[in-house]
């Protein structure tokens, strides 16, 4: 059982490479996707490579997506084929972990309206203005979005998460 985690310039480190171990410690593969395969650079400098381009992937190759924060979802909601990706796993109702700015990636997806949901405090007034209803909270599910606020969550995120992917 393959799960995505979306690969960018300026990505948090922790934000990455926290749910990328512990979802393979968990028993998944873990796919780094990407606008092009390729290396990108942390906010810190730590450079990590794409399995794959996010063009040559579909939402019925993984269970489940996770989209770190940073400065990447900035970058990521440039991409008409990151949108529609996203839109597509959010739509077959795949379980979707979102973190820190990881929320402009949703906003720009189109799919918060109407759910609950947390971030970085920052975003709260873009998530508010694209219809989501922003909670303060570690970590919140709504359906198959399991947001968090910040790499301070990280574990109460990721334990929520693994309860919602199907069993490897």
């Not at 970085?120 to 694209?130: E, M, P, T, V």
Request: aromatic share 10%; with cysteine.
């Amino acid at each position: 059982m393959k799960v995505a985690i979306l690969l960018e310039d300026l990505f948090d480190e922790r934000e990455f490479i926290y749910p990328y171990y512990r979802l393979q410690e968990a028993g998944y593969e873990v796919l780094a996707v990407a606008p092009e395969v390729g290396t990108y650079r942390g906010k810190s400098g730590l450079e990590m490579r794409a399995d794959a381009a996010v063009s040559s992937v579909s939402p019925e190759d993984f269970v489940g997506l996770v989209i770190p924060g940073g400065y990447a979802p900035d970058r990521l909601r440039r991409y008409p084929e990151v949108l529609e990706f996203v839109r597509g796993m959010n739509d077959s109702g795949k379980p979707i972990a979102a973190i820190c700015h990881a929320g402009w990636v949703l906003i720009s997806a189109g799919v918060v309206r109407g759910r609950r949901m947390t971030g970085f405090f920052a975003i709260k007034d873009d998530l508010i203005n694209a219809g989501a209803h922003y909670v303060d909270e570690p970590v919140v599910v709504d359906g198959n979005l399991i947001t968090s606020r910040h790499p301070g969550d990280l574990k109460v995120w990721m334990k929520e998460y693994l309860k919602h992917l199907p069993r490897p």
